[in-house]
């Protein structure tokens, strides 16, 4: 079992940038895959960015490619979402999750097996 929480979130205006954080409690995320996703009012939940935690590898949505990067801290536990020049677009709820199996990088919700409680990021024109 793994629970997740995410923080970093807030009210900032376009062009400007936000760090979201996913720190992980009952174990370490040692083979696991890790992923952000978002949900906006009225929208299905989509993928934002994915990492495997021991192959390093990673994989964003055609969207934030270039403005958001995803990164690990082993020795914290915790996986961050570095976004820069958000848009009023960005604006949504951002949940973390955690599969625990890295055989790909894993991109579909319905994959991942643990889910953090979201946090809302909103971007002001």
């Known amino acids: 079992q793994v629970r997740l929480v995410e923080s970093g979130g807030g009210l900032v205006q376009a062009g400007g940038s936000l760090r979201l954080s996913c720190a992980a409690s009952?174990?370490?995320?040692?083979?696991?895959?890790v992923g952000w996703f978002r949900q906006a009012p009225g929208k299905e939940r989509e993928f934002v960015a994915a990492?495997?935690?021991?192959?390093?590898?990673?994989d964003y949505a055609d969207s934030v490619k270039g403005r958001f990067t995803i990164s690990g801290d082993n020795a914290k536990n915790t996986v961050y979402l570095y976004m820069n020049s958000l848009k009023p677009e960005d604006t949504a709820v951002y949940y973390c999750?955690?599969?625990?199996?890295?055989?790909?990088?894993?991109?579909?919700?319905?994959?991942?097996?643990?889910w953090g409680q979201g946090t809302q990021v909103t971007v002001s024109s």
């Open positions: 999750a955690a599969a625990p199996r890295q055989y790909r990088l894993y991109t579909r919700s319905r994959e991942f097996d643990y």
């Open positions: 009952g174990r370490t995320f040692s083979g696991y895959t």
């Open positions: 990492i495997s935690w021991s192959g390093g590898s990673t």
